[in-house]
């Protein structure tokens, strides 16, 4: 059976689907199968997006017509039939998962009074413990606009929490845990002693989650939906951002601009085409407010000469078209209502980041029952490498500031606390493209590589170590300027811990000022890679894949130890195979001959190290395999680090794993340097590079804090 929690309210637009989404990610670091189930659905005409953002959770695995029980029409023509069905449905979820999220139905039109007592029965009915959320804003309709709404008072929060537990009781339904949501930050302890004190004992932990104003606010693309409008310019991918507010520009444009909000929506009469430019100047300024977009309200089209002055302006601030009228346009703004969706990764960071900070995942889980997995899936990795990273927080440098998918990686790395960072670029620059993009980088640092104070520190500093090669102070100050080797030389004189960088340059660009400036460890000749190989049930080492083309013995045996200590660090206990075509004494040849050389090296300069080799890769992990090619081997059938004798050998390997067996490859990650460097893929996807600066800070912490098998 199931660990299952069902997730409900006591009245619409409590936020319910910020803690679902948190409770989702702590159970998917506890456990590796983990499902999600809507007993109600929210509506037959349109496709439930919170549900849809769960299932596109990683760690979910379910399709969207398998997580749906009863419609709003089901349940009122016949609540039993309906409760029946529920649970039938259930249970084939529930056969499919260690651990299922249930999310309560949402108080649509249809619902009623008695919705939250529906919602417990199915709780009783379903054998889940509930996990109460209550709305820390007043309910207003359509008066709460922009997700704006008066706090309560804690007396209210204890008022409502009384009458919520009552229907609770009355349905027999077993309270897990409570959460008040968008409380007020200043009466949040307050609050939670009220609720507290209705709750009546101490085994129900209560939690509270302040309130965030991005996390309300609607998106550009919910105000697109709201007035049925149509992109007519602009960038898209800038659909994403928050709206703070709204502008009615139905004046001239002297009057207008004083008006102009930070993230403000402008609606402006279509006909009114000297406003429209006025506010894109304004907007392209700097001088004023940026703005999140524009709607043009009323059935006029832009004129060509118009349209061509746009388009030549270059503006990628989104223009939307709507044949309503000003006084409906504005309303429909007005009451957009925010919606956590994948597609907004501000509204999905925060998110997160509230529900970690906040609420106690750890004893969540307990409480569910849930002991320590005897497996690592990806996800739990992952979190492990964030949870890491987070208890000695690292500075991080990142060189590449003009690319948006670094910026994108820096908000998420920013807004879950994994570390410290400098981004590399213009300031106003970045932070006017962060703006466009609604992502925050507040908390970051961003440095122009043209800096003249640090240009001439880092001009001495390249004059003094490259003064073997003739450099002069003058090729050094241009040098500098290179953004790989301004952050390389952050992180040589401690201003960074580390740097991530490689989106935009190649490899070679990356690490050649590594090479000049960081230089190898103490008694490590070569610099190598490896890739961490998250599989679905442990996590393996793999190098070199991306460094060395054809290494000797010697160097291969630095791969093997280099390998290990990388392992060692990420808490992987390291059991290495010398991989080969043949295994012990079977083969000959040159190719073998080099990798039992390899082994021999190694043993002689580690011999703590349990290394085995010349080994064939099945020899290495099937312990049936093992039993026959090499009886008695403490790393045969067992091995956790595979060093290849080549970098073809090895590349193809990582990626025939990856695309074949579902395998997450985290890296490459460098190792062998002084300090962290790390190289980005060209295609690095945004989660790519946030594990990448994960990896890179927990190798700045130092030495490994222990090791699990």
Same mark, same amino acid.
């Given at each position: 059976?199931?660990?299952?929690?069902?997730?409900?309210?006591?009245?619409?637009?409590?936020?319910?689907?910020?803690?679902?989404?948190?409770?989702?990610?702590?159970?998917?670091?506890?456990?590796?199968?983990?499902?999600?189930?809507?007993?109600?659905?929210?509506?037959?005409?349109?496709?439930?997006?919170?549900?849809?953002?769960?299932?596109?959770?990683?760690?979910?695995?379910?399709?969207?017509?398998?997580?749906?029980?009863?419609?709003?029409?089901?349940?009122?023509?016949?609540?039993?039939?309906?409760?029946?069905?529920?649970?039938?449905?259930?249970?084939?979820?529930?056969?499919?998962?260690?651990?299922?999220?249930?999310?309560?139905?949402?108080?649509?039109?249809?619902?009623?009074?008695?919705?939250?007592?529906?919602?417990?029965?199915?709780?009783?009915?379903?054998?889940?413990?509930?996990?109460?959320?209550?709305?820390?804003?007043?309910?207003?309709?359509?008066?709460?606009?922009?997700?704006?709404?008066?706090?309560?008072?804690?007396?209210?929060?204890?008022?409502?929490?009384?009458?919520?537990?009552?229907?609770?009781?009355?349905?027999?339904?077993?309270?897990?845990?409570?959460?008040?949501?968008?409380?007020?930050?200043?009466?949040?302890?307050?609050?939670?002693?009220?609720?507290?004190?209705?709750?009546?004992?101490?085994?129900?932990?209560?939690?509270?989650?302040?309130?965030?104003?991005?996390?309300?606010?609607?998106?550009?693309?919910?105000?697109?939906?709201?007035?049925?409008?149509?992109?007519?310019?602009?960038?898209?991918?800038?659909?994403?951002?928050?709206?703070?507010?709204?502008?009615?520009?139905?004046?001239?444009?002297?009057?207008?601009?004083?008006?102009?909000?930070?993230?403000?929506?402008?609606?402006?009469?279509?006909?009114?085409?000297?406003?429209?430019?006025?506010?894109?100047?304004?907007?392209?300024?700097?001088?004023?407010?940026?703005?999140?977009?524009?709607?043009?309200?009323?059935?006029?089209?832009?004129?060509?000469?118009?349209?061509?002055?746009?388009?030549?302006?270059?503006?990628?601030?989104?223009?939307?078209?709507?044949?309503?009228?000003?006084?409906?346009?504005?309303?429909?703004?007005?009451?957009?209502?925010?919606?956590?969706?994948?597609?907004?990764?501000?509204?999905?960071?925060?998110?997160?980041?509230?529900? +970690?900070?906040? @609420?106690? =995942?750890?004893? *969540?889980?307990?409480?569910?029952? !849930? $002991? &320590?997995?005897?497996? %690592?899936? /990806?996800?739990?990795?992952?979190?492990?490498?964030?949870?890491?990273?987070?208890?000695?927080?690292?500075?991080?440098?990142?060189?590449?500031?003009?690319?948006?998918?670094?910026?994108?990686?820096?908000?998420?790395?920013?807004?879950?606390?994994?570390?410290?960072?400098?981004?590399?670029?213009? +300031?106003?620059? @970045?932070? =006017?493209?962060? *703006?466009?993009?609604?992502?925050? !980088? $507040? &908390?970051?640092?961003? %440095?122009? /590589?043209?800096?003249?104070?640090?240009?001439?520190?880092?001009?001495?500093?390249?004059?003094?170590?490259?003064?073997?090669?003739?450099?002069?102070?003058?090729?050094?100050?241009?040098?500098?300027?290179?953004?790989?080797?301004?952050?390389?030389?952050?992180?040589?004189?401690?201003?960074?811990?580390?740097?991530?960088?490689?989106?935009?340059?190649?490899?070679?660009?990356?690490?050649?000022?590594?090479?000049?400036?960081?230089?190898?460890?103490?008694?490590?000749?070569?610099?190598?890679?490896?890739?961490?190989?998250?599989?679905?049930?442990?996590?393996?080492?793999?190098?070199?894949?991306?460094?060395?083309?054809?290494?000797?013995?010697?160097?291969?045996?630095?791969?093997?130890?280099?390998?290990?200590?990388?392992?060692?660090?990420?808490?992987?206990?390291?059991?290495?195979?010398?991989?080969?075509?043949?295994?012990?004494?079977?083969?000959?040849?040159?190719?073998?001959?080099?990798?039992?050389?390899?082994?021999?090296?190694?043993?002689?300069?580690?011999?703590?190290?349990?290394?085995?080799?010349?080994?064939?890769?099945?020899?290495?992990?099937?312990?049936?395999?093992?039993?026959?090619?090499?009886?008695?081997?403490?790393?045969?059938?067992?091995?956790?680090?595979?060093?290849?004798?080549?970098?073809?050998?090895?590349?193809?390997?990582?990626?025939?794993?990856?695309?074949?067996?579902?395998?997450?490859?985290?890296?490459?990650?460098?190792?062998?340097?002084?300090?962290?460097?790390?190289?980005?893929?060209?295609?690095?996807?945004?989660?790519?590079?946030?594990?990448?600066?994960?990896?890179?800070?927990?190798?700045?912490?130092?030495?490994?804090?222990?090791?699990?098998?």
């Amino acid at each position: 059976m199931a660990h299952s929690i069902l997730i409900t309210s006591a009245e619409g637009h409590s936020g319910k689907s910020t803690i679902a989404l948190g409770v989702l990610e702590a159970l998917s670091h506890a456990t590796a199968r983990v499902g999600v189930f809507r007993p109600i659905a929210r509506s037959t005409v349109e496709r439930d997006y919170v549900l849809e953002m769960l299932l596109d959770h990683d760690g979910v695995d379910l399709s969207y017509d398998d997580c749906i029980g009863v419609t709003y029409e089901d349940m009122h023509a016949d609540p039993d039939a309906a409760l029946a069905r529920i649970v039938e449905r259930y249970k084939t979820v529930e056969a499919r998962c260690e651990a299922v999220v249930i999310l309560g139905s949402d108080y649509t039109d249809v619902g009623s009074p008695a919705e939250l007592g529906y919602n417990a029965r199915v709780a009783a009915n379903l054998g889940a413990p509930v996990l109460l959320v209550l709305g820390g804003r007043a309910q207003q309709g359509q008066s709460e606009q922009l997700g704006v709404s008066d706090p309560r008072t804690p007396e209210e929060m204890g008022q409502i929490a009384t009458l919520a537990l009552a229907e609770l009781r009355a349905a027999r339904a077993e309270l897990l845990a409570v959460v008040a949501n968008r409380v007020a930050p200043e009466s949040a302890e307050q609050a939670v002693a009220a609720i507290r004190a209705a709750v009546r004992t101490t085994d129900v932990p209560v939690w509270a989650l302040p309130e965030d104003r991005f996390l309300v606010a609607p998106s550009v693309r919910g105000v697109l939906r709201s007035v049925d409008g149509v992109l007519v310019k602009g960038d898209q991918e800038l659909l994403t951002r928050e709206v703070l507010g709204v502008v009615v520009a139905g004046m001239s444009m002297v009057n207008v601009l004083p008006r102009l909000t930070e993230s403000a929506v402008i609606v402006i009469p279509a006909d009114r085409t000297e406003v429209l430019l006025a506010t894109l100047l304004a907007h392209a300024s700097g001088t004023f407010p940026s703005l999140a977009g524009v709607v043009l309200n009323g059935p006029f089209p832009l004129p060509d000469d118009i349209d061509r002055l746009i388009d030549g302006l270059g503006s990628s601030l989104p223009i939307i078209a709507t044949d309503r009228g000003t006084y409906d346009t504005a309303v429909r703004i007005m009451n957009t209502r925010g919606r956590l969706a994948a597609d907004s990764q501000r509204r999905y960071d925060t998110a997160l980041a509230l529900f +970690e900070k906040h @609420v106690d =995942g750890a004893e *969540l889980t307990r409480l569910l029952g !849930l $002991a &320590r997995p005897s497996v %690592v899936t /990806p996800l739990m990795f992952e979190y492990g490498l964030v949870e890491r990273a987070r208890e000695n927080r690292r500075r991080i440098v990142l060189p590449e500031g003009d690319d948006d998918r670094i910026l994108r990686a820096a908000a998420t790395v920013l807004a879950r606390g994994i570390a410290d960072l400098v981004i590399l670029g213009e +300031e106003a620059e @970045v932070r =006017g493209r962060a *703006l466009e993009l609604g992502i925050d !980088l $507040a &908390r970051a640092q961003i %440095v122009s /590589p043209f800096d003249a104070v640090l240009g001439a520190r880092f001009a001495e500093e390249y004059t003094r170590l490259r003064a073997h090669k003739g450099m002069t102070l003058e090729r050094a100050a241009d040098t500098v300027t290179d953004p790989s080797y301004f952050g390389t030389l952050m992180v040589h004189l401690g201003l960074a811990d580390g740097m991530v960088s490689g989106a935009a340059h190649t490899t070679a660009h990356t690490i050649r000022p590594a090479f000049e400036i960081i230089k190898t460890q103490p008694g490590v000749s070569v610099v190598s890679s490896v890739f961490l190989m998250a599989l679905a049930d442990r996590v393996l080492v793999y190098g070199d894949c991306a460094v060395i083309p054809d290494p000797t013995a010697p160097q291969l045996a630095d791969i093997a130890i280099s390998s290990a200590a990388t392992a060692d660090r990420f808490g992987i206990v390291p059991r290495v195979a010398m991989l080969s075509y043949s295994t012990g004494e079977s083969g000959s040849g040159a190719d073998v001959e080099k990798v039992r050389e390899a082994t021999a090296l190694v043993r002689e300069r580690a011999p703590e190290l349990l290394v085995e080799g010349p080994i064939q890769y099945d020899a290495a992990t099937d312990a049936a395999v093992a039993s026959k090619k090499m009886p008695g081997s403490a790393v045969a059938g067992r091995a956790t680090v595979f060093v290849f004798p080549d970098l073809n050998t090895g590349n193809n390997t990582y990626k025939a794993v990856q695309r074949s067996a579902g395998a997450v490859a985290i890296g490459p990650v460098l190792q062998g340097l002084n300090k962290p460097i790390n190289d980005l893929s060209r295609g690095a996807l945004v989660d790519d590079i946030v594990n990448t600066i994960t990896i890179t800070a927990i190798q700045a912490q130092g030495e490994p804090q222990g090791t699990a098998s």
